[in-house]
């Protein structure tokens, strides 16, 4: 029998220990899990065991029981002779694997060996083969592999968002690197906060964007820099750690602009970061809005597909970035759904602000939070937060935030700064033109988002003859169509004063204009109200297009607040259903049907209160 004073220690073996991690001598803790007539074996950790032999048992022996014993011998053979030991005032301390831990982005200078990490499985996906986990350290993420029998789940105690301990070949195929894993288990929860904290640390710096400068010198600009930089710093995250990416942006040429400005750069990163070479396709996703906001229907169907592809791919929920919308109170009803499932949401937008968004939000750039407007285009936003995400992109992408400028009709003088940056290779004709293109090609692609034809629109694609060809080409189209429609329209647009002497023009676009064909009643009024803009010169002008049950609004040369004319609305007239908003001075509004004459008649009496510029 032995004894042993208080200042004895007893050593607990951490699960990622081999053999060769105990040494003779020592006293470890041990679950009795096995008995033979010659004695009991106990584990060390879930995978070293030893036998206690009956001539050095002192208790009676349970399974699942914890004893200490000391190691007496290590064999040869592997056998391992433990000695049942007995205190009762003592130490632990905990043995953790000695072996050097590989990084993941070491990998690629291992091949051929066996490596141990330490990581979080960012995305568990079941093959006909083997099983796929990805991995996540601070320096980056890798697939593993796992085999049992073809299309069977292995190690399936393991779960997505699991911190491991991976042992494992590292092989190489057609330029992908991957682990094919002898073992993979789930660290303790001490071990695993710690590994947690360990790369959550790692990765915060890691994500921290560039110090670069702004691409034009812009005060707005300057002020809303470190909310950008936030923003790039949450999206570089979100590719390091295999989290999903959804950008859903407004379907016009500025929404368009900027969100295929962050696609650029996140499809650059995660390119970088090396995974599968069609990763950047189930880990980014881009999706046109018919509506300025996050409509019900947008978000049901983001809902749907992240929450099968978590079922079926074992994908992280996504982080959702709202793009030329986002900001207004019509958007907090996806914004609370998105909230249940627990997805992060960011917007940048330059649509007026409402500020209950913000409790929603984790970070919102929006020109109005200091003291800008509309003039600073998302797409003029896009850029910007790209290129903090990947710098490597700048050149590629600059021309997008011209594009957004006179495609949103910027009155800014960021407008001209960058249209200068890149008038070279997109002078201004050519920007308003491949704004026009994109107006109208997302018109046919409807709520697919045309991933390659609208790079090849913006230039993006290698292939700049077929780019030219068909921006040239769409344009064309496009302007046959509006010329089309402002000949049919035009004769019936009607002629009025508003009470402050601004001319009022009514056109009833649902029976005096081609209706499902480009260009649609917003676009129409639009046409039609840069028209009469000409036509009367120098004096305020608004544009009413109306339909059934809603009316498109254009002023030039009048204070208009439209998102206050339609609370009012809305609060005079309680049976009319009115909602709607969208910029100060352009918007929409939709009523009921039955409602439309006293709506707009009151719209119209509203209207005439509002100063001239
Ligand atoms: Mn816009």
Known sequence: MSSADNATIIYRLGNECEISDISTGKIYSGVIEGFANFGSFVYLNDSVKGLVHKSNILTTHK??????????????????????????????????????????????????????????????????????????????????????????????????GDMVSVSGEVMQRGGQIQIELNDMRPLSCEEAALVEQRIENALHERAEPEDIPL???????QLLRPEMRKIAAQIRKAVFTAQPILVRHHADADGICSAVAIEQAVVSLINESGKDYDAD???????????????????????????????????????????????TEEDLPSMKMA???????????HHHPDEIVDTYLISHANPYHVGGDFGITAGMLGVEIA?????????????????????????????????????????????????????????????????????DILFLNENEKRSRELVQLLVKESENAIEEQIRTCMPHVERRELDNGAHLFLLDVEIHAHKFTFPPPGK?????????????????VVTLGFGPDFAVLRS??????????????????PGAGINGGGHLVVGSIKFVEGMRESALARLIEMMGTYPIE
């Open 387 to 455: 290129r903090l995400i990947s710098p490597a992109v700048e050149e590629r992408i600059k021309h997008l935030a011209a594009v957004a400028a006179v495609g949103d009709r910027s009155a800014a003088p960021e407008r001209q700064r960058y249209l200068d940056l890149v008038a070279g290779n997109f002078p201004e004709p050519l920007c308003k033109e491949i704004a026009s293109a994109l107006d109208y090609e997302q018109f046919y692609l409807r709520f697919n988002d045309g991933r390659e034809i609208i790079k």
């Open 524 to 540: 129409t009024s639009g046409e039609v109200h840069d028209r009469l803009c000409r036509m009367h010169a120098g004096q305020p």
């Open 339 to 349: 909230e249940v499932y627990g997805i992060p949401m960011i917007v940048f937008d």
């Open 63 to 160: 399974a699942g029981e914890t004893i200490m014993v000391r190691v007496n011998a290590i064999r040869n053979n592997g056998n391992i002779d433990l000695e049942e030991i007995i205190i009762t005032s003592y130490t632990i301390e905990q043995v953790s694997c000695k072996k050097r831990q590989t990084r993941l982005c070491d990998l690629k200078t291992r091949v051929g060996r066996t490596v141990h990490l330490t990581c979080q499985v960012a995305q568990i996906k079941q093959t006909s083969g083997p099983t796929i986990f990805t991995l996540v350290d601070e320096s980056g993420t890798e697939n593993a592999a796992g085999f049992i029998e073809a299309g069977k789940r292995a190690f399936p105690e393991v779960v997505q």
């Open 281 to 327: 396709y189930f880990l980014f996703k881009r999706a046109p809005s018919k509506a300025p906001f996050y409509e019900i229907e947008d978000i049901t169907r983001d809902l749907d597909y992240a929450t099968r592809d978590s079922i079926r791919f074992g994908q992280k929920m996504p982080l959702i970035v709202l793009t030329d919308n986002g900001s």
């Open 556 to 573: 030039r040369g009048i204070l208009l607040n439209i998102p206050e004319m339609v609370r009012n609305l809305r609060e005079e007239m």
């Open 215 to 221: 691409l034009i010198q812009s005060d707005v600009l």
